[in-house]
């Protein structure tokens, strides 16, 4: 059964950072992309920044140069590293596998980021 827990969200203000962590059980981690979406309040759920198996990464054009996507195969975790926070950032982050679209029907349930001052 998938499993994705998102971690590491909060309250921060403008210009701070976040680091974002989802571990991820029951699936092959190892051979699958993975991504980080957000969802704000009433918007739709957005793809944000993807890394391939092997670690090539591809951002939204708004948080490019400010994110940054990782992940470390041993502990099927990938991370999201957010510098230079804006308002607009504020959004419930997910993670799932895939590259330009969700592999997973299932999510977990999110990790807060709100950016304020």
């Known amino acids: 059964q998938v499993q994705l827990v998102e971690s590491g969200g909060g309250l921060v203000q403008p210009g701070g950072s976040l680091r974002l962590s989802c571990a991820a059980s029951g699936f092959s981690f190892r051979r699958y992309a993975m991504s980080w979406y957000r969802q704000a309040p009433g918007k739709e759920r957005e793809l944000v920044a993807a890394?391939?198996?092997?670690?090539?990464?591809n951002y939204i054009a708004s948080v490019k140069g400010r994110f940054t996507i990782s992940r470390d195969n041993d502990k099927n975790t990938v991370y999201l590293q957010m510098n230079s926070l804006k308002p607009e950032d504020t959004a419930v982050y997910y993670c799932?596998?895939?590259?330009?679209?969700?592999?997973?029907?299932?999510w977990g349930q999110g990790t807060q980021v709100t950016v304020s001052p």
């Open positions: 890394i391939t198996s092997t670690g090539g990464a």
């Open positions: 799932n596998a895939g590259f330009v679209e969700a592999a997973f029907g299932s």
